[in-house]
């Protein structure tokens, strides 16, 4: 992989002579080899084959080739036949300077062998991969010189940080570059601060599978020194691990193998083994870089992006990887101790002592979290998670622009809204965007629920009227308010019944509801005209969610919105919009839910996807409604607006933007919902799929006819899904609805193996009938 020096990419002229005065070659055949950079020549004389390397740029190479040489006579002096030995001139030198080209030459012995990645893998021969690089690293480990020490290698993985920051801009997909972006993050965040205790050496740097010979089902050389370098010790194990574990469907396996194979010769630290992760996937990194990098400066060379495609491969396949699960492993491999975790059950009442159980937990077989990324989760005993379920982390988990946008304003300023600052400015400004006009002030809040009890003071105090209007099996939020509006808790489990305040209107539901018909929502928004007329002029605003969520994610009739505004417009009242769920292009084919059924809201409430994780929430209203409110009393949220949320909130809209996320979401929604009715036309048990975008329900019942809910198959599907790593829970009245919302980089292979388990849980309960 050498980036170091000139590439010749032409014979050099004389160069047969050059090998005879200064060599004694008899009659050298001379050929061009593949390099990264620097020019090498396979030659033939005399039955001796020797490999001839021609660096240009003689200034950085004299000392190079000098310091190369003396490790590789060093090695040669220990064993044989396994590194290139430098072949002396007639006078004594390992090199040959030619004036007139200013070029330097160096002839080495040629090694027998076929390259590790032509070979067939067995676990031997990783292992004996593992003890061959542990045993050049005993030599080398002695070495000192100081013009390896002192180069700057682009190739050099402590430099990591640094390179990639670099070259990160040259990859022009934001979903790759993200990737990429992460792994940098988490580097940042998990080895630089301890890459001081690491122990540091020469190392070959670069034992990538072009660079091993096998013979005989085992690891018999090394070639190509050219990116020696002094660094962490553990990076070499990194690196030929990296390599060699492209294309592998267990790729955690396979480098077990070749760091069982290391450590028992050169024996590892357990903190040294603990990065191994993330620095296999700084190396995919780092090569992606440079090959993005590389491509826009030499577009024809087709070497340099030689490990391109499966680097890509292997990295996709990496982030889905638990950490612990890898790490564990690795320790496992070099015999260190496994730390126990304690069982969910005993965490479980731990947490109780301490924390309300009316914090549920979700499954049978709760999950003990510790990390996540994009659509990934990961516990603690090192199980990975298809994530098919939580909205929170609208552009995916941990997803490092926003990560990022919040630390860094975290280190320089966090206030609140009543210093002057330009985040909050910026922030407003650019979600005020994605509104229709009338929609020109922003409140900023910190949950969802805030923002719900926000909305009904600014409905209240603009209309003088008292009641709200709500739907059945509404949920808007946990304070006083919320819960008095919320059907879902007042009509639920524990609820207090329906406040004097409250007009609930049926939910017009085409599946289960009174009208179920192409047109039903004109007849429902009819009978909720009806019902609204014992409240005639008392009614300060209607709220509802376009898409249901609580009702077992549930589309309101089309057509119904329309009628209803009209009418509580009409008697004097206003609109809200909840869109704490469906909002911010969750839907696909609309970026607001309000857009699904052609109205415009006076009020509009956000939340849950607003910062990806951080907590935020905000009103959406008219200049009108908001000039009222300001009456002499100051409205005051001690962290809604601070500039670090703003900061977060901004970097979520720039992902959306960057990756096209809603589009994403469009496809990959149309592709589910399609394969799930498809499922639907299979099972009878499946009485409904809907939703839009990665806003999907799907129903089970147990008869067609009279819709009879199968919650126990629900259940059974949740918890099954759950004990193969997919995310996904239940809703709905009847808690008979499979809920699937997942972050919106979500794919359409994720879909597929969603659908796969679906499919496979529902056929074995059907089958236990
Ligand atoms: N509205 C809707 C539709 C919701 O789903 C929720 C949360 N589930 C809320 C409001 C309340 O948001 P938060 O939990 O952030 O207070």
Redesign the pocket.
Known sequence: MSAGFYSETKKYKGMENILKDNWNLKKPEVQKTEGYSNANYKVEDAGEKYILKVYTNEKQAAGWSDAENKILLGLNKETANRFPLPQKTRSGQTSVYAEENQTIFRLLSWLEGDFLYDVLHTPELFKSFGKFLAEMDSLLHDCRDYVIEARHSQWDLQHFVQIASEKIHCISNPSDRKLVHYFLLQYRENVAPELHKLRKSIIHGDANDRNVLVQNGMVSGMIDFGDMCFSQLVNEPAIGITYAIMGKDNPVEWACHILSGYHKKLPLEQREIEMLYWLVAARLCMSVCHSAYEKLRQPENDYITISEKPAWELLRKWVTINPVHATNSFKKAAGFEISAVKPVDELKKERFKTVSSTFSISYKKPVYMERAAFQYMFDKYGNSYLDAYNNIPHVGHLHPQVVEAGQKQMARLNTNTRYIYDQLNEYTTHLLNYFPKPLSKVFPVN????A?DLAIRLARNFTGKNKIAVLEHG????TQT?IEISHYKFSGKGGNGISENVVCLPVPDTFRGEFRFENAGVSYANQAIQQLKTSENQVAAFIA?PIV?CGGQLPLAKGYLKEVYAKIRNQGGVCIS?E??TGFGRLGHFFWGFEMHGVVPDIV?L??PMGNGHPM?AVITTDEIADAFDNGMEFFSSFGGNPVSCAIGNAVLNVLEEEQLQAHAKTVGDYYLQELTSLQQKYECIGDVRGSGLFIGFEFIKDRITLEPETKLAQYLKNELRNRHILVSTDGPFDNVIKSKPPLCFTTDNVDEVIHAVEKVTESYLKRL
Do not use: R
């Open positions: 949950s969802g629920s805030a719900t949920y808007h939020g946990n919320g969610e969520g909840d704490v769920q409430i939340g849950k929430g």
